[in-house]
């Protein structure tokens, strides 16, 4: 008999289940569920991408690109990043593509973290930052962020987690689960505490694309950001690319040439197919991306004004296409409110505690879904809160 404790790795086990998972799992066989649960576009892929992938199957290109990824997606990867963030990276040393932008955290968090270095993983957010970090031996520490800053994170609130031992700090904005944006003006302060410091800063932002007001900037911009920052990108969002699995990493030299030989033993390559359709989704897809967004923004509206309607109150989101509403004034944790939503109702959403501790009392509420599959989960959502008034 194998006695599994002493064969799996402790800090396997010791991992918790994704809270979005738990979630799931009680939806179980339910029927006619409308949900607003998940952070995947409902467009397609274009086809003008689509049949670019299908182009380099029909002509055999179906071999291992370089580990660093195809040259001419590198190129374009870098011209893209130029026209639209003002963003310069070598597409020779300084860019990495990777299996998503999940396979680029991790490989900034490997690359970075020593056994008991501390990342500051400012919270509510995406439930992989914590459990990778605890996989590269690090300690994850949590800042919760505040409703009344609108979930940015401030220069105040992160010198107050700093300490000796930390390593790196998880920008991640536009965020998933709030909407929240990081302004130019929030992003300087915070720049100011690193300023001096050897504090990596890992910049998730794979929703850059997704900002409605304003431009989106990243914070390698700024004075003395560039030379600490890792830039995480991908296809899922911007390009409705989630199933192809594709993203990359922007970083200087220094740092690319350690997450290189991570990437090569782990991965070899990105898949074939799914860069070579990406070549032509930057070449050729600037329309779709502000086609989608301006469809998103036109949901945003929507949404918002229905929950205001219910009586539920939620700041306006600025990016991504996520709406964090505050439902624990109905004197209900947020997983009995979206439990009881589920099933009285027949409405999904993601209790706010999934992206930890910060986010009881709220829901994530996903609006990449129709115009119409939004207003009739609205109108149940209006008839449960009246109940629960």
């Not at 402790?10 to 998972?21: D, E, N, Q």
């Not at 031992?165 to 998880?170: D, E, Q, S, V």
């Not at 624990?328 to 979206?338: A, D, I, K, N, R």
Request: charged share 25%.
């Amino acid at each position: 008999m194998v006695d599994y404790s002493k064969m799996l790795s402790g800090r396997a086990v010791s991992l918790k289940p994704s809270g979005i998972r738990k979630f799931f799992d009680i939806l179980g066989d339910k029927k006619d569920v409308i949900s607003l649960t998940v952070g995947q576009p409902d467009f397609v892929t274009p086809w003008h991408i689509r049949e670019a992938g299908i182009r380099s199957l029909e002509e055999g290109r179906t071999y291992y690109t370089s580990n660093n990824g195809l040259m001419e997606l590198r190129e374009q990867i870098a011209q893209y990043q130029q026209r639209r963030f003002g963003l310069s990276y070598d597409p020779a040393n300084e860019i990495i593509v990777t299996v998503g932008g999940s396979e680029a955290i991790d490989l900034a968090l490997r690359a970075l973290v020593e056994p008991g270095d501390e990342v500051i993983v400012p919270e509510p957010c995406f439930v992989c930052y914590s459990p990778l970090t605890e996989m590269a031996g690090g300690v994850p520490v949590h800042l919760p962020l505040k409703a009344e800053n609108e979930f940015r994170l401030t220069a105040d609130e992160l010198r107050r987690a700093i300490t000796p031992r930390t390593k790196a700090l998880i920008l991640a904005f536009p965020n998933n689960p709030t909407g929240a944006v990081m302004e130019k003006s929030d992003l300087e302060a915070v720049a100011d505490v690193l300023r001096g410091t050897n504090i990596a800063v890992i910049s998730d932002e794979i929703y850059g694309e997704l900002t409605y007001e304003g431009v989106h900037t990243s914070i390698a911009l700024l004075d003395g950001m560039r030379e600490r920052t890792i830039v995480v990108g991908g296809f899922s969002k911007s390009h409705a690319m989630t199933g192809w699995r594709l993203g990359y990493l922007l970083a200087p030299s220094e740092l690319t040439a350690q997450m290189f030989k991570i990437h090569q033993y782990g991965i070899m390559c990105a898949p074939t197919t799914s860069q070579f359709a990406a070549v032509d989704a930057l070449a050729h897809g600037d329309a779709d991306i502000e086609q989608m967004k301006n469809e998103y923004n036109r949901r945003r509206r929507l949404i918002l004004d229905g929950l205001a309607a219910c009586g539920i109150a939620c700041f306006p989101p600025k990016g991504a296409f996520y709406v964090f509403p505050e439902i624990g004034t109905f004197g209900l944790s947020s997983e009995e409110f979206c439990t009881r939503l589920i099933d009285e109702e027949n409405v999904a959403l993601v209790p706010g505690s999934a992206f930890g501790e910060s986010g009881e009392g709220f829901a994530r509420v996903s609006y990449a879904y129709s115009v119409r599959h939004i207003e009739k989960a609205l109108e149940r959502i209006a008839r449960f809160v009246q109940r629960l008034k």
